[in-house]
């Protein structure tokens, strides 16, 4: 019911907690009206790349009449949006000199205070967990003026079942299981990108808001139907704890050295996990496979042991034999760990 020619910005964002078919979402304006007399923030651009391990500047200018007196105090207040947009996680506050960050941000963020109008929030050693939405808020007296910034990672998403085969986690098992690889739970957003990039895959996993989804580039029977048009397919919302599915991982640049072991012999696992210790190293994570194969194009035809006992090859240019059509990490299943058929690919420290 806003005229959105009022607004000072307006964000879009997309709903994808509600049922959707590839195109049809339903799109939420939030508007930023200036209420009051003078005040108002904005932010330009309104959404900012990072990579884990980075820094990034969420943008944020307070715009006030300057008829006003031009020292007044201003507080300045930033939050974490969460999903269900109903709680808010505090970043920090600023009054004067007065500053304060919160739990995980504390001693990683500050003001870029460039100006008495800039309000802007530096964000230092980025984590995975700093993906999302924030709330620039400004409040002088009686007035209050916010804007949203999204913070975007570059990175890949992966999708993930354990040992046990295909749908097997309920939410909680789901988050454990993308720490281990060294990733969070994906959300909405990076997995449509990914489908963008032309992500397919069959077997539906949990995202972040939970909700669960899966991304289908090219329509076939056993995948809802050779009918149906591409797309992210949505179950909706599901039961966190009821409920068993896959997951869609997300990960970003890591800070170590991936690498196939050169010169061994096919080992068992733990001969494996052996030779990266006296290699000064430890087994990768799928995590850190798919980060070097998709943002490293690292390309390995050898199969090879991760730490999570599946076996796994990076191919990044197709060719017979690998990966004929496309690049892609191929997946040999979870062996037997006693089978000494395998390379490995370790983990250590940066070179
Ligand atoms: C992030 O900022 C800190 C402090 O200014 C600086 O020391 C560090 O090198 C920066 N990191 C990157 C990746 O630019």
């Known amino acids: ?16 907690a509600t049922e959707l078919t590839q195109e049809c979402v339903q799109i939420v304006y939030l508007c930023m009206v200036e209420n009051g007399h003078g005040l108002s923030v904005t932010s330009h ?39 269900d947009l109903l709680t808010e996680v505090d970043v920090l506050a600023a009054m004067d000199y007065h500053k304060r960050s919160y739990g995980s941000y504390h001693g990683r963020v500050h003001l870029c205070g460039s100006s008495p109008s800039d309000a802007s929030l530096v964000i230092e050693d980025i984590t995975l967990d700093d993906y999302g939405r924030y709330k620039c808020e400004v409040i002088d007296g009686l007035e209050d003026a916010t804007v949203v910034v999204s913070l975007d990672l570059e990175g ?67 995948c809802g139907g050779q009918n149906t048009p591409a797309g992210v397919r949505t179950y909706g919302l599901r039961n966190k ?30 001969e494996a996990a052996a030779a990266c210790r006296r290699d000064g190293a430890r087994m990768a994570t799928v995590g850190h496979m ?54 490995v690919y370790c983990f250590g420290p940066g070179r």
């Open 1 to 16: 019911s806003v005229d959105l020619r009022e607004c000072v910005s307006v964000v879009i964002a997309l709903d994808y």
């Open 45 to 83: 651009p309104s959404r900012v790349l990072s990579r884990s391990g980075g820094n990034a500047t969420l943008p944020c200018t307070i715009h006030r009449d300057q008829s006003l007196a031009p020292n007044r105090k201003m507080r300045i207040k930033w939050t974490k949006l969460t999903f």
């Open 156 to 222: 890949v998403v992966f999708p993930y079942s354990p040992r046990l085969g295909r749908y097997n986690f309920n939410f909680q098992d789901a988050e454990r299981a993308c720490r281990e690889q060294d990733g969070v739970v994906a959300s909405p957003q990076q997995l449509r990108e990914a489908w963008r990039g032309g992500m397919d895959w069959c077997n539906a996993g949990w995202l972040s808001d939970g909700s669960v989804q899966y991304p289908i580039t090219s329509p076939r029977e056993p």
């Open 241 to 270: 704890n009821m409920n068993h599915y896959d997951v869609f991982c997300f990960t970003s640049h890591y800070n170590g050295h991936f690498y196939f072991l050169p010169h061994v012999t096919k080992l068992t696992y733990d």
């Open 290 to 343: 798919y980060a070097a194969w998709k943002l490293s194009g690292y390309d390995r035809c050898d199969a090879g042991w991760l730490a999570d006992g599946s076996v796994r090859y990076p191919v990044a240019r197709p060719r017979p034999r690998c990966s004929p059509t496309r690049p892609a990490v191929g997946f040999l299943g979870f062996p037997d760990k006693k089978h000494k058929l395998y390379g």
